[in-house]
């Protein structure tokens, strides 16, 4: 395993909660319960080398965007639309690699995955491949409610959001400097090949990342979303674990809702978002069992990365082995807490 994995969990209710347990909090009464976790993508993260104001903003998006998702929930509204807006607020932010904030593939373009999968119904939807959509999110929803279909990609995705009404974009919205600089720094690296030259080191941060959310509404009903703009230095065309049904997105009200971030050939190899939910169901594992084992697969099998999961009652788990992820929660008290190193 890479690194030791980090692990938080708790159990989230409308009401005070009693009864601490090792892993969180448990309720004896039949209140309804409602919850929320977002993420931001993991990699490496190092203190010293983020400056107090960065810090700072980063915790900040993962707080307006846990904001965002609470105010739907809080009023008792569905975990479709709270995963939605929470990933929404991240794609809307540059620090994030989704959305806005994406990176740009080896040929210097934006090409953007999503996913959102219902708990209730087992429907999902998911985009691939769009280079125009400023909220990839809410047309990966479009293609699970307005379309037969679970997966659509490229061109043939975009015209469908024009037909809805998507606000598409040009490429240009896209462009930010950090993220062009960091497709320099990349092709740099691979130019220099094994020189050890330290102004071409790049970390995994510099490469990949995603956000995505979690979500369990007053109904009882589980909600996975996911967004992202995939590797730097990719190559065109290539698709991630996220828009992957089972790989990095995943939901089912009998078990857990999961979104993934890392390596994303290692997570659809691992079927990751699914094994979790499988090893609740069928190997009847908790929460932080089944998301740990998922974790060292990947591992194991040479990847990094972390991954959100709630379960049917509201119990979380953040497990990653990577130096950090940004994560943030909903306490029992309806306090935000963010999070970044391990």
Known sequence: MVGRCFLICGLLTLAALAGAQQFGRMSSTKESKIGLVVHGGAGTMERNKMTPEREREYRAGIENALRAGWDILQ????????????????????????????????????????????????????VADVRHIKNPISLARLVMEKSPHVLMAGDGAESFAKEHGVELVDQKYFFT???????????????????????????DQDLHGTVGAVALDRNGNLTAATSTGGKTNKLSGRIGDTPIIGGGTYANNATCAVSGTGDGEFFIMATAAHDVSALIEYRRKTVEE?????????AKLGGTGGMIVMDKNGKIALPFNTSGMYRGYVDPNGKFVTEIYR
């Open 177 to 203: 400097q950090e993220r062009w600089d960091a497709l320099q720094k990349t092709k740099a690296a691979e130019k220099a090949g094994g020189t050890g030259d330290k102004k071409f080191i790049i970390t």
């Open 75 to 126: 009023h008792g509204g569905a975990s479709l639309d709270a995963t939605e807006a929470a990933v929404r607020v991240l794609e809307d932010d540059p620090l994030f690699n989704a959305g806005k904030g994406s990176v740009f593939s080896a040929a210097g373009t934006n090409e953007m995955d999503a996913a959102i999968m219902d708990g209730k119904t087992l429907k999902a939807g998911a």
């Open 290 to 298: 089944a998301s740990l084992a998922v974790i060292d697969k990947i």
